[in-house]
C-alpha cells in the first residue's frame, strides 16, 4: 500500500492559507493591544486576556496561558513586547503538547490490528459531519483501504442521500435503508457488510439531531450496543464533528455530546471560513480529546489530519 508524505508542501500552503483569517485577526488585536509598549506589564498582559478570549480560546485556556505568562515575567523580570510573539507561540505549543498525545502523524494511516476499524461519527446538523465522512472515506480509499459508510442519519432524506452520492464519487459502498428507520440496524448491517467484504474500515454516520439530550444518549448508546452484538470491540472511535466557525457555540456541543457519549477523537471543520480558529486550542485544552482532523477548505484535500506542531507555525507565521 503506497502512503503518501506525511505534511507536503501543498499541505502546509493549505494550512497556512486556512488559518489566515484567524491568524489576521489575532495578529491586529495583538498589535493594538501592545502598542506604544516596551514591556509586558500587567496592563498588557491583561489586553492579552482579552485579545485571547475574544479569538476564541476559551476562558479556562486563556487564564492557563496567562499565567504561564506570569510565570516567565516574574522569572525572566523583563520581557520586552517584541518577544510576546515567541513566547505565546511556546506556551501554545507546550498546551497543545501536554494535552495531544503526540502528532498525529500517520497521514490516514489505520491501525493493523482491528480490522474493520469502525468510526462512528457524532455531532450536529450543520457541522460538515457527512461531508467530513466522505472525505475521510475518500482519503482512506486512495491509500488502498477498503471502505463501507453507513448512513444512520435516519432522520434526515438529505443526510442518507448525500452519503450515497460521496459513496459513488469515491467508489465505496453505502449501506442504508432510507429515512426514519432505525439507524442502530443500519450500523449493524455495515459492520456486517465490513466484515463479510473483509473492509479496513466502517465509517458510520448518527443523527445531528439535539432534540434532548435522554433521547440523544439513549440512541447513541443503542447504536453501540448493535454493534457489538457482532462485533465486540465496535466500534474503535467515537469522532465528534464541530464546526471551528461557531466559535463558542463549538464548545457547547463538545459538552453535550461528551456528556452523552465516549467521545475518542475530534474533527474541526471550517477553519477557513472564520476568524475563530483559536477555538481548536481552547477545545483540545478543555476537553482532553485529541483534535484528529482539522477542515481547512472545500477540496478533499483539505481535511487533514491534526499536527500541533504545524498549527502553531502557521497560526503565527507572519
Known sequence: MALFGFF?????????????????????????????????????????EEVLITSDVGVETTVKIIRRIEERVARDKYLGTDELDRILREE?????????????????????????????????????????????ASQFHRRGYKVVLG??????????????????????????????????????DAVKKGVDMAADVVIIDTAGRLHTKVNLMNELSKIKRVMQKFLPDAPHEVLLVLDGSTGQNAFIQATEFTKATEVTALAITKLDGTAKGGVVI?????????VKYIGVGEKIDDLQTFNKMEFVDSFFKK
Open 8 to 48: 507536503s508542501k501543498e499541505k502546509k500552503e493549505s494550512l497556512d492559507k486556512g488559518l489566515e483569517k484567524t491568524k489576521d485577526n489575532f495578529f491586529s488585536k495583538l498589535g493594538r493591544a501592545v502598542a506604544g509598549k516596551s514591556k509586558v506589564d500587567e496592563e498588557v498582559l491583561d489586553e492579552l
Open 151 to 188: 448512513a444512520g442519519d435516519t432522520f434526515r432524506a438529505a443526510a442518507v442521500d448525500q452519503l450515497k452520492l460521496w459513496g459513488d464519487r469515491v467508489g465505496v459502498p453505502v449501506i442504508s435503508h432510507g429515512m426514519n428507520t432505525d439507524p442502530s440496524a443500519v450500523a449493524f
Open 282 to 290: 481552547g477545545i483540545s485544552d478543555q476537553f482532553k480529546i485529541p
Open 92 to 136: 501554545i505549543a507546550a498546551l497543545l503538547s501536554g494535552m495531544q498525545d503526540g502528532n498525529v502523524s500517520d497521514d490516514f494511516v489505520l491501525p493493523a490490528d482491528k480490522k474493520p476499524y469502525v468510526i462512528m461519527v457524532v455531532g450536529v446538523n450543520g457541522v460538515g459531519k457527512t461531508t467530513t465522512i466522505g472525505k475521510l
